[in-house]
């Protein structure tokens, strides 16, 4: 029996949360009604994301910092205060490392945090008998793709110890379907997330170097790095360089509101095992990307066209039409929204969030 009601608060547990992409989903389901908890340990974001959070909503979250590889934790917080059982509707996992390139050189790091913290995390949720779970996939389970566009029906492969452990998670998570149809699980593969809310209070806050482009380019265009190295002009694309599908981070914190709805619309006995791409289908190279930037920001993008980086891929975007049939969700913001927002976000907190803790303000 359908269970959904647009207008009834549901609680929801966002692990990860206060991370890039949990802050903006965060933002969402407070301005949907929702009551959130975070459970987070802080380990690539801090606190300040979820302040920003709340002042932008005009409502409060709880906030526990707390690892998901601690069972009894998870066990005491799905369960309640009061062994109220179940004590949340649903939970959007986010939490998890993510770093590619850390991922080859520390694997059991990833396994651990990774995998290991999602059966714990699923074992907790199996005992509060919470059967409704969103999680974070991503585009890298399709590896180098015979063809683009991408759709979910592709050939999956992993090509370094991230991958492996969202591909390993997505075969879980399957089987833990097959096991139980009552359990309704939404498998949502990113694109490449970019941008920031348009604030300019909350968005991607990387420690060190980052690894991703639009960031990097941003401390370019802000002076904190000389120049951008494009890694390939060599690639079988119109200019030569990489081409991605960027999505704006507010439009994917939408679609994680469309995947919940349709989870909770789901027969509550048969449940349902949804895997969706969340794309705009649109192939960006990163000299277009480079190009919008400077348009966005009125600063010099410099660049240097260096030898292509290991484990890239010439192309990858999505085909996102199941998303819009399935979940009834399509992206809003095109290039020059996730530009000029990751601009205003990059200029407003030169440091991140960092500076704004250390002196108590944005
Ligand atoms: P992020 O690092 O900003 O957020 C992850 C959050 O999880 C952080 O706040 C971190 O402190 C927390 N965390 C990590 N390990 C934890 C643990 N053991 N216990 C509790 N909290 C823990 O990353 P993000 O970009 O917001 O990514 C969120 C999810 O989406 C990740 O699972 C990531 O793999 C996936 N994803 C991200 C991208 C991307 O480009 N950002 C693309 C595809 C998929
Ligand atoms: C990377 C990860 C992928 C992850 C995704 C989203 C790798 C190999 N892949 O994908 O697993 O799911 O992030 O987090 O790390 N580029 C430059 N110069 C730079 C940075 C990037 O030219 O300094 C190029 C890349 O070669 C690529 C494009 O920009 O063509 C996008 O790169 P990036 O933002 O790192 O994302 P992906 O490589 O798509």
């Not at 949720?125 to 991408?150: N, Q, R």
């Not at 209070?201 to 951008?228: C, F, H, K, T």
Request: proline fraction near 5%; hydrophobic fraction near 40%.
């Amino acid at each position: 029996m359908a269970e959904f009601d647009a207008t009834s608060g549901r609680r929801v547990l966002v692990t990860g949360g206060a991370g890039y992409i949990g802050s903006h989903t965060c933002l969402e389901l407070l301005q949907a009604g929702h009551h959130v908890t975070v459970l987070d340990n802080l380990c690539n974001s801090s606190l300040e994301s979820l302040k920003r959070v709340e002042s932008l909503a005009g409502r409060s979250l709880t906030f526990m910092q707390g690892d998901i590889r601690d069972f009894e934790l998870l066990r005491r917080v799905l369960v309640g205060p009061n062994n109220e059982c179940p004590a949340f509707d649903a939970v959007v996992h986010f939490a998890g490392l993510k770093a590619v390139g850390e991922s080859v050189s520390q694997p059991l790091a990833y396994f651990d945090n990774n995998l290991s913290g999602t059966v714990c995390l699923l074992r907790a949720m199996t005992e509060a008998g919470v059967k409704t779970l969103v999680f974070s996939s991503s585009a890298t389970v399709y590896g180098d793709p015979a063809s683009v566009p991408i759709s979910e029906d592709f050939p999956r492969s992993a090509t370094n110890p991230y991958g492996r452990s969202k591909l390993v998670i997505e075969d879980m998570l399957a089987d833990l379907y097959r096991s139980d149809p009552a359990w309704r699980i939404a498998r949502l593969r990113y694109f490449n997330p970019v941008g920031a809310h348009v604030s300019g209070l909350i968005g991607e806050d990387p420690s060190g170097a980052p690894n991703n482009l639009m960031p990097y380019v941003s401390q370019v265009a802000i002076g904190r790095r000389e120049y951008l190295q494009v890694f390939g002009g060599d690639y079988p694309t119109p200019d030569g360089t990489g081409v991605r599908d960027y999505i704006h981070v507010a439009d994917l914190a939408s679609g994680h509101l469309a995947a919940i709805r349709a989870l909770w619309q789901a027969d509550s006995q048969t449940g349902c095992l949804l895997t969706v791409n969340l794309g705009t289908g649109v192939g960006v190279s990163v000299l277009d990307l480079v190009k919008a930037f400077e348009r966005a920001s009125g600063r010099p993008v410099p660049y240097r066209i260096v030898a292509r980086r290991a484990g890239d891929v010439a192309a990858c975007y999505a085909n996102p039409v199941l998303a819009q049939t399935l979940l009834g969700w399509r992206t809003q913001r095109n290039l020059a929204d996730m530009c000029a927002d990751a601009w205003r976000w990059q200029s407003r907190n030169p440091h991140g969030y960092r500076q704004a803790a250390a002196t108590g303000g944005a």
